[in-house]
């Protein structure tokens, strides 16, 4: 398969070039998740990093991740579809914790519980999403207000281009600790 660690080792000679421990339990800091870890310049054998010119190092190192960060739905230039499962939501407006690329772009549309688009809603009406955020405001032709959908059974098909998709979430930014 096409996979990579979570966390890989740090580069030749680094006090963290040969393991890596991780803490358990990140902490929230703001929009971050910080990881704590012992790393080493030792292997499993205590062989010591050539690199490193015979000196054994180690140390705690802290990596730094975006909420939610922990998996994405990545989509390259071709283009990508994800569709949710049914749910319901509460709040005003949907929120993105996404990233694109120079090309890329997210385009959201509501269906109902049959699967159609809600008038309004639908691809045709979707302005595309850009940027870097955690908090990408979703907005169709006629606004972002979502309101009047809370509480009943819709699904969300994501079109994805150049992206990557963290998570979604629906709020009410009106309302000063719906963080």
Not at 113 to 118: H, L, M
Request: aromatic share 10%; charged share 25%; glycine share 12%.
């Amino acid at each position: 398969g096409n996979w990579r660690p979570f966390m890989a080792n740090g580069p030749d000679g680094s006090f963290d070039s040969r393991y890596v421990w991780v803490m358990p339990n990140p902490i929230t800091v703001g929009d971050e998740l910080w990881i704590y870890y012992v790393g080493s310049n030792r292997d499993h054998d205590d062989m010591i990093d050539l690199a490193a010119a015979g000196k054994r190092k180690s140390g705690i190192g802290r990596a730094v991740l975006r909420r939610d960060g922990w998996v994405s739905a990545d989509a390259g230039l071709t283009g990508g579809q994800l569709t949710t499962p049914p749910l319901k939501f509460s709040g005003t407006r949907l929120e993105l914790n996404a990233a694109t690329g120079g090309g890329g772009s997210i385009h959201v549309e509501l269906l109902d519980k049959d699967g159609r688009a809600v008038p309004g809603f639908s691809r045709a009406q979707a302005l595309p999403a850009t940027g870097n955020s955690l908090r990408m405001p979703v907005t169709w032709k006629a606004g972002e207000d979502v309101g009047r959908l809370a509480g009943q059974v819709i699904r969300l098909r994501f079109y994805l281009k150049d992206c990557q998709l963290f998570a979604f979430r629906f709020r009410n930014p009106a309302r000063k600790n719906d963080q």
